[in-house]
Each structure stands twice: as C-alpha cells, then as structure tokens.
C-alpha cells in the first residue's frame, strides 16, 4: 500500500451507525429469511420497538417465537397495522404483493422499506411511487443494502471525489451459486418475480453501478435460461448519461460463490479502480481526491465496522438504522424511492432489450 492513506482513515461516510432521533414503533411484514433479518436486526436498534410481525403462514411465526420475538403475530398484514399501529413497516414479502402491502402501510401513515426489488413490474412500480407522492412526509425505501457495505461505501466516496478523474469505462459482474437445477417457488415465476437473476439477485449490482457513476439512458442486453423458467444469466451494454459504456454480467449458476459476489473494475483518466467484496485497489497517476499517487490497496476487514450487530451482512443494521433515522426526521439515506424507481426503469429496458434479441433499448426517464 501506498504512503499518505491508512486503511483505516479510508473515507466510507459510515463511521457510526445511524440510530433513529426519536423511539419508533416497527412492523414486519413477511417473515421468510428476509424479515427474519430485518426483525432480528431492528430488535437490536436503540430506541426501535418490533411491535408487530405478519405472514400467512402461521408455522413462521412459530418460528419467530421460538428466536425470541415476542411480538404479536397476525396472519393479516392489515389487521396487524390497524392493531398495533406502527410508526414503520418492513416489507419483506415476495415481489409481486409489494404494491399493494406497502400501499395499505402508506394509507395508515407508515413510513415504508421494501425489500428490493421495488416491484415485480415497472406498472406496479410506478403505481406505488404515485401512492407515495400523496405522503410526502412518510419516507419510502427499498432494500438496497450494498450502499451500507463499507468497502462499497469507501470505492464510491474515492469516485465522487475524483481519484480516477474523468470515467471511461467500467465492468462489473455479479455472481452466485443458487441454481443448478429445476426450480419451484415464487421466485422462479416471472409472473410473481417479474425475472429471474436480474430481478432478484443483481438488482442490487444496478442500484450499485448508479450510486457510484450515474443513470444509464441505454442499454442492450441477452439472457440465458438455463436451469430456470426466468433468466439464469444476463449479459448487458450500459451506456450512461455522459457517454460512459458499462460492462454487465450476472448470473446465480456459477459454481464456487456461496454468497453473491461482487465485482466492478473502472478505468479513468488518472487511473483505475478495482473494488469487490473484499478489497478496494487503486492505481492512480497522480495524487486525487486526498488518495496519493501509486497503489492502495484497502481491504475490507480494515475498514471501520460501526454496526452494532452483525446478520447477513452489517449492512443490514447500517441500512435499517439509517431508515429509521430518516423515518424519524433525520436526512435522506442513499436508498430513496425515486433510487428504486432509477434501478426499476433499468431493469424494465434490460428485459426488453433482452426479449428484443440485444437491440439497443432506452431507458424511460
């Protein structure tokens, strides 16, 4: 590593954990490994009460009453909002009840996270943020998680601050081994999922890629389905607002990654960027953005770690802390329904491109 930046000192903006400015009341909605998450994490945030759990499956809250939680348990999202009331919900239920979920929360005064992707369609998608609009003052947000990852968090912070100087080009790739075979279950249903790996998994790739370098206005794309009725693996063009092209690939059939895998690679004018789950390297001409001239290499593991409670990921805390933060008069996270609505739009020109044979697909504004 380079002289003149210590790993530690690695500027990420997540030196210390949000924590709402107020005590809040906190319902869960769907109680499948992600609201699982969400509820073991939110029982651990200072001043946040879980005052309601909800699924129709009645053996999960069995399930979360023998973790602990002693929550009342509704089979009925809407009975447990009426009964207990909260100031936030948790949407954390499949992709195509999200509309209309988040929109009975919304109507009782909620503030709203929904697990991502926003929706399983751009029209249910849209439907929402015109909901949204008549409640200003209730926050919405969708689960992008890997803005609260600080290696993400610190690659992002070194481009927004001109290390690399004007962006040519960059590549990035997403991978995981979940499927290698048939598949049951709504996830593997485009009519409840709205796709496959795209829709599911690399979503977050995309909310990563326009975080850090900006919207795309055109993409093409081809997918493969392989083991699955939805796509198995998406290859894509980005091109974005200032010319930039940006390499994408994902699939969740590659042996050999237990967990969803991360890589981007950048090249600018003062030099490049290597940034995955693990490390970030840089190789700069000449010394920007407060990042000296030469390699730095910066792992994760040296990074701060302010959550206070580790599941999944600590970005799980750091992303639901920073909510309820905003959901209690605190500034906006980097997680807004209008990001969402950015990442939706990109993902409904990818499926078209894709559908279309690769043809080159604008993305709605």
């Not at 651990?44 to 999960?60: Q, R």
């Not at 209309?100 to 009782?108: C, D, G, Q």
């Not at 909901?131 to 926050?139: G, L, N, R």
């Not at 048939?182 to 829709?199: C, F, I, N, Q, T």
Request: proline share 6%; hydrophobic share 45%.
């Amino acid at each position: 590593m380079s002289a003149g930046i210590s790993p530690i000192l690695a500027p990420t903006g997540l030196y210390e954990a949000a924590r709402p400015l107020a005590p809040v009341r906190v319902g869960v909605i769907g109680l499948g490994k992600m609201g699982v998450a969400h509820a073991a994490v939110l029982s651990m945030i200072p001043d946040c009460e879980v005052v309601g759990l909800a699924d129709h499956h009645p053996a999960l809250g069995k399930s979360l009453r023998g973790m602990g939680h002693r929550a009342p348990f509704f089979r009925n999202a809407g009975k447990m909002i009426q009964k207990t009331r909260p100031d936030a919900v948790f949407v954390c239920t499949q992709s195509d009840s999200h509309d209309s979920i988040a929109r009975l929360a919304l109507e009782a005064g909620c503030a709203v996270l929904i697990e991502k992707p926003l929706a399983h369609t751009l029209e249910d998608a849209e439907a929402l943020a015109k909901v949204a609009a008549t409640q200003p003052d209730k926050p919405v947000a969708c689960g992008y998680t890997l803005a609260y990852v600080p290696i993400f968090a610190a690659a992002r912070h070194a481009i927004v601050a001109g290390a690399l100087g004007a962006i040519g080009q960059a590549r990035s790739s997403m991978y995981l081994s979940q499927t290698f075979g048939p598949r049951k279950g709504w996830m593997y249903d485009a009519r409840r999922s709205g796709g496959g790996v795209l829709m599911n998994v690399s979503s977050h790739l995309l909310f990563l890629l326009q975080w850090c370098l900006g919207r795309p206005v055109e993409v093409k794309a081809k997918a493969n389905r392989i083991f699955s009725q939805v796509e198995d693996e998406l290859h894509a063009m980005m091109r974005l607002e200032n010319g930039t092209e940006v390499g994408f690939d994902s699939s969740w059939s590659v042996p050999g990654y237990p967990y969803s895998a991360v890589v981007i690679e950048i090249e600018g004018g003062n030099g490049r960027m290597l940034v995955s789950n693990d490390a970030l390297e840089l190789e700069l001409r000449e010394d920007a953005g407060g990042y000296p001239a030469g390699s730095t290499l910066i792992r994760e593991a040296d990074l701060p770690q302010p959550a206070r409670f580790h599941v999944n990921s600590e970005g799980y805390y750091l992303e639901d802390a920073d909510f309820l933060r905003w959901a209690t008069g605190g500034p906006a996270p980097p997680i807004t329904l209008e990001a969402a609505m950015s990442v939706q739009r990109t993902m409904a020109a990818l499926y078209d491109s894709a559908r279309e044979g690769g043809q080159p697909v604008r993305v709605r504004s």
